[in-house]
């Protein structure tokens, strides 16, 4: 994965975590940056970005249910 890729996605998944943890998430947004995050995923084709991706999602998923 180049170092561009590598920025692009964290930056993706900092986005994600960030409407996640919000006080209220949209979730337009979340759903906006869920595909990119896996768009991203899919193109990196990596373990270590598919693990990145899993926790940020996990996040994000349990910041809903709080």
């Not at 006080?23 to 906006?32: D, H, N, T, V």
Request: net charge negative; glycine share 4%.
């Amino acid at each position: 994965m180049s170092q561009t890729d590598r920025l692009e996605l964290e930056r993706v998944a900092q986005d994600l975590h960030a409407e996640a943890t919000s006080e209220s998430p949209e979730p337009g947004r979340l759903r906006q940056f869920a595909t990119q995050l896996k768009d991203k995923l899919l193109e990196a084709g990596t373990t270590i970005a598919a693990t990145m991706g899993v926790r940020m999602a996990d996040q994000a998923l349990a910041a809903l249910v709080q």
